[in-house]
């Protein structure tokens, strides 16, 4: 299968993004909103959102898109709305300045039902790292008949390879995972399989059971300190060498949360591609084929694959009394 149009349009989708959420975060716009979950969403979510389901619109019209956020949001806030309109024009089309029924349209081109080709947004992935301009990412990918094939991620604010603030990763299934600096040259991305262990893991405790990532990392007998950062980059630092594994393992406050597709489907594929490994806590491959959650799985585990048996075993021991 060719998907060299698919991977181009995306990443020049997850681009355009990118220097959207730049401008709006070097405007210092910082006002959010607060959804139903409480969780916050900012108009670097929704215009980030807005243009990447643009893009794919005039690409690949017969796709389908799910994607997180709801133009209904900002529609119902009037500043919002004005400061979306706003940044949208000087962040990322000054010439047609659209409206914001327009902007709303294209947000809205996100509410798709389930098709054999979807695309798959998270326009901020770790809007809390956004807010405390740490680390956030824009993910894009593309399922075709349940199974990722093409994957982008965005990291504004991650160091790349040469040292220099924001890259992008892409990976094409069967095609490898790059590495791309903002500014220099692109590299192909390989695990790291030193025999030194680093865990990544969320910042946030909601997201996680960061006491038992202690209890791992002990019987793991790691040493160095875990890398808790927000978002998807937690994929990326795995793919390219910087940690060996990233848990996302069940909370047990909520024992019937399912993980979102939009939260792992970019960087499961980055990871993969690279020659890593990701499954759920019990070890069971990821099943992007039932929606928009991963309703057969429960946590997250993505390592560079020479460790992974060695991190379940920690993880099934852990979770004994």
Known sequence: MDLTKETSVAFGAVRDAMNYCLHVQQSLITSSLAKDDRSPVTIADFGAQAIICRAIQKAFPNDSILAEEHATQVMRDGEMGRQLVAAIHAGYDPVTAPDLETICSWIDAGRGDSAARQWIVDPVDGTKGFLRREQYAIALALRIDGQIKVGVLGCPNLPAHNGQIGCTFYATARGGAVEMPLGGEPRSLRVSRDAELVLAESVESGHTDHDRHAAIAARLK?????????????????????????????????????????????????????????????????????????????????????????VLEAVARASCP
């Open 222 to 310: 790691i040493t160095r300190p875990s890398i808790r950062m927000d978002s998807q980059a937690k994929y990326a630092i795995v793919a390219r060498g910087d940690a060996s594994a990233y848990l996302r393992l069940p909370n047990p406050k909520t024992p019937d949360y399912r993980e979102n597709v939009w939260d792992h489907a970019a960087g499961y594929l980055i990871i993969t591609e690279a020659g890593g490994r990701v499954t759920d806590a019990a070890g069971k491959d990821l099943d992007f084929s039932q929606g928009p959650k991963l309703i057969n799985n429960r946590g997250i585990v993505a390592t560079n694959g020479h460790c992974h048996t060695a």
